[in-house]
């Protein structure tokens, strides 16, 4: 993985990514105003730790979510996106 850059590759949900979303779902489903957030696809950007920019499904539709893991294995949303987002959408940086 190179450093920084936001890989192009689209991963499937796993168990790694079920896990991610898992711990940070109150606060997602709080930043989303919505009762659900399942995993659909994730892209992976290597930083000061990992930045996982995931595409959830939610009650509402779908939304983007950037999830940090740092050095420390500590998560936390950074950011989520929902306007303009589909199953269709691509995961891109934000």
């Known amino acids: 993985m190179t450093l920084g ?6 991963h499937t949900v ?3 990514i079920r896990d ?5 779902a109150d606060d997602l489903k709080s930043k ?6 399942q995993p659909v696809s994730y892209k992976t950007q ?4 990992t930045n996982f ?6 009650s509402n539709g779908f939304a983007h979510a950037r999830i940090y ?4 294995q500590n998560f936390s949303v950074h950011s989520v996106k929902s306007d303009d987002v589909t199953e269709e959408s691509e995961i891109a940086y934000f």
């Open 69 to 72: 893991r740092d050095l420390q």
């Open 53 to 58: 920019f995931v595409k959830v499904k939610t």
């Open 32 to 37: 989303l105003n919505t009762t659900e957030v």
């Open 14 to 16: 796993d168990q790694e």
């Open 5 to 10: 850059g936001l890989k192009q590759e689209v």
């Open 20 to 24: 991610v979303v898992a711990k940070v």
């Open 46 to 49: 290597l930083v000061s730790g």
